[in-house]
């Protein structure tokens, strides 16, 4: 998945596979902020659980029958035409190693708000700033491995940055029962996605049927109409009691049929029968009953008095959801029962209309139920009740819905939406209920530049815990300052805790852009401040950032400091370090921008050129530096 933050307002989620968007947040204010963290799985141990969680981790769902793609023919907007989505989003396992892990989807907006979306899809929404900083808008983020602490750049509307730290504490608090509540949620919501889009491809299904079966009839109703008889079907039931037709019957059929038109009309409409049929048993139904065995899942731990309260669940809610689910079903059972009842007394009405056309042109029929006797019974009745009340009509339109008993099938799914959003908010406040913001620390005063480059990361190391802050802009681009905060005790007093400062001058070259690798390393882009005289070009570089605190680091008590953080002096020695590794680019390829994925397994870097479309890239686990002949080697699109 690929989140992206639009011009519009709008966070969206889409696959990558498809590029087709899976989910998206209502439209806000401009996305100011966009990160998607995961948890680390050796922190998973550290989460509050039970000595019998495993004997309730037992997921009933993989018994189920696995959904089936969606047809493209009837269903060509949805994602779930693509097996690897569905297989991903609903197929998969609820129980495993990966379902147990947390991920987070971080947003800010220029609004003041910050959103929390856990699997993509869960939302905490909305988490307000403290009244007090309410003019903040945040611009960074960074996290823990355990997810248990945020840190946020944010900028104040006279420029100035300030680091602003988050706990949250449901993370711990609420233990394998928020992977269980998380992964509910997600999961049911994939399949509210899926039964809409179901009920949409039976309505393509039943438009298409509803052109098979009308267009000879309109053409029929259209003479009478010249003729100024609108009664169609007084003239079809007085044709099949008679059983000769008349002469305005004889002019349609002869001009508007032939025994091809009557095959095509025989073939569509028994196609969008079963097609509508297989849609129902094979997709619909199937995917409420897992639903239902989801909820129910859910419903079960909110009636634990002893997990359920703090959890923010409510079992009725839950209970109102596996309701709507049933109704659906029931409805969807009897639309089978109704389209197979006419589907019954359509095939005697088409058989009795070929007998017609047989009649008329004196034509020997040699078709399989030319023998078959007509039942003139059926015929009749599907004249009478089919012919213009159709059974779809009672569970798709909405004066279908209100002359009959049905309910209109799109009315149901929106009303299980509603219950779904209810019962799903309420879990989401109870987790807003444990967040707490610490006090803002200001970074930098007053900014105005207009380029700023920065990169927040946050290490736990056993009992102690750091956050570190990389950050170089303009006019000064030649150097770069670090700050580490100690958060290991009362991370939201960061006024009053010590703090580190570190720097360095790159006397020729300016940065462009920097990110941290891993807990050690510190990557940066370089750039050479003037390329006609400089033997330089750009480049790359890494250095172990700790080493910078060990070598050269002025240690701050925020209790005595009365200006912005990088505004300190910092120690004499601001000569450039050592780097660890080093790759050159050549001039027909000037990198522009930098972005690292330091997690374990393959480790890569990016950048991008200067001109928008092409990029590189790289191992960074290579350990021997990439002259120019080497980085031909990287990979290279456009």
Known sequence: MLALGCSDGMLRVCDVNNGRVVHQIAARASISCLDWVAEDKSSTQSRNSAPFDNILNIDVTASLPKLSPLPTVSAPDSIFTSKVVLDSMINSSFVSDESSMIDILVSGDGDSRIFFNIFGHFSIEYIPLP??????????HASSADLSFHAFIAESQDHSLFILPLRVHFIRRFGNDLAHISSTSTKVQALLMYISDVIGAIGAEWKSMESALL??????????????DSDIVLRLLETLILGVPNDTFKGWISNHLSDRAIRAWRKASSSAYENIRKLLLESLIPACERAVVLTTRVRGLARWRERGVHLGLNPDSYTHIIDALT????KAHRLIWDLNKEYDHFKPFIQWIKFL????????????DSDTPIETAKVATYIIDYLHNQTMANYFSADGAAKGNSTNLNDLVESLRKLCEKAFRESSDAMKNHLAFGNPLKLVENITAKKLHMSIRVIQRESESYMY???????????????????????AELTSCMIRSAGFTTPNESIESLEFVDDEKLMLLLHPIDPAISK?????????????????????????LNTALCSVQYSTDMSEPVWNQCRIFTDDFIPIALAVNGCK??????????????????????????????LDDDTMNE
Do not use: C, Q, W, Y
């Open 131 to 140: 009244s007090s900083l309410e003019k903040l808008t945040p611009i960074s």
């Open 215 to 228: 267009k000879p009839m309109n053409n029929l109703e259209d003479i009478l109409i010249a003729e100024k």
């Open 327 to 330: 109704l659906i079903m029931g």
């Open 357 to 368: 056309l047989d009649d008329v042109t004196n034509h020997d029929s040699t078709s399989e």
């Open 469 to 491: 802050t990389a950050i170089s802009s303009e006019p000064n681009p030649k150097v770069l300052s670090l700050i580490r905060l100690d958060i290991s005790g009362n991370f």
């Open 536 to 560: 330089n070009k750009a480049r790359i570089v890494s250095l172990e950032f700790e080493k910078l605190f060990a070598e050269r680091a002025v240690i701050i008590d925020t209790r005595e």
């Open 601 to 630: 397994g393959r480790r890569v870097g990016s950048v991008i050129a200067d001109d928008n479309h092409r990029f590189l890239v790289f191992d960074l686990d290579d350990d021997e530096a990439a002259d120019e002949e080497e």
